[in-house]
T-cell receptor, first 113, second 116 residues
Framework: LAKTTQPISMDSYEGQEVNITCSHN???????ITWYQQFPSQGPRFIIQ???TKVTNEVASLFIPADRKSSTLSLPRVSLSDTAVYYC??????????????FGSGTRLSIRP | GAVVSQHPSWVICKSGTSVKIECRSL??????MFWYRQFPKQSLMLMAT?????????EQGVEKDKFLINHASLTLSTLTVTSAHPEDSSFYIC????????????FGPGTRLTVT
């Protein structure tokens, strides 16, 4: 199982770009990297997923270097509503018998006006 | 996107009683469902993996006789907390794997259980 390490917390201001980096040194060949956002008393919400290089969608970008031992979630122009906990997960949900999705501690992002 | 629902969203029960939580995939068939527990200010802890038509696989330290999981169909999994005690009070979250797009995991909104 690939363990992930993220900063416990981060602070930023509205309109700034926020980058959250996750380390996953023992990522396996078949593992994907997925980021989730969670608000208090809600289930996690899918943000973005990638395998290598760069992935971009309407809310974020995900940068993955060639060795895949880390990944960076980039949130452009954050707003107050982006205040949440962000989780980086590494695993291959296609093979649930061999790999389980284990949540790390997450990063508590606080956005200030 | 795919939707996973949970019912109830919150429940209060007395110590010693049993509580059932339902997890449904509303617009897709779920190959696999997971059950998590989350205590305040903590991360999600995986409790068990539920595959349709077979017995659930429990994580180490999770009592299978206390947390009964039934995955009777491709759209429904249930978690029953038997003989609940105050220490079982927590936020329970399920997730489902979308069949055909197996690398996407969708989470339910969670169920807040309070045992008095």
């Amino acid at each position: 199982l690939a363990k992930t390490t993220q900063p416990i917390s981060m602070d930023s201001y509205e309109g700034q770009e926020v980058n959250i980096t996750c380390s996953h040194n023992n990522i396996a060949t078949n593992d994907y990297i997925t980021w989730y956002q969670q608000f208090p008393s809600q289930g996690p919400r899918f943000i973005i997923q990638g395998y290598k290089t760069k992935v971009t969608n309407e809310v974020a970008s995900l940068f993955i270097p060639a060795d895949r031992k880390s990944s960076t979630l980039s949130l452009p122009r954050v707003s107050l509503s982006d205040t949440a906990v962000y989780y980086c997960l590494v695993g291959d949900v296609r093979d649930s018998s061999a790999s389980k999705i284990i949540f790390g501690s997450g990063t508590r992002l606080s956005i200030r006006p | 996107g795919a939707v996973v629902s949970q019912h109830p969203s919150w429940v209060i029960c007395k110590s010693g009683t049993s509580v059932k939580i339902e997890c449904r995939s509303l617009d897709f068939q779920a190959t696999t469902m997971f059950w998590y527990r989350q205590f305040p200010k903590q991360s999600l802890m995986l409790m068990a993996t539920s595959n349709e038509g077979s017995k659930a696989t429990y994580e180490q330290g999770v009592e299978k006789d206390k947390f009964l999981i039934n995955h009777a169909s491709l759209t429904l999994s249930t978690l029953t907390v038997t003989s609940a005690h105050p220490e079982d009070s927590s936020f329970y979250i399920c997730s489902a794997i979308l069949r055909g797009r197996d690398y996407e995991q969708y989470f339910g909104p969670g169920t807040r259980l309070t045992v008095t």
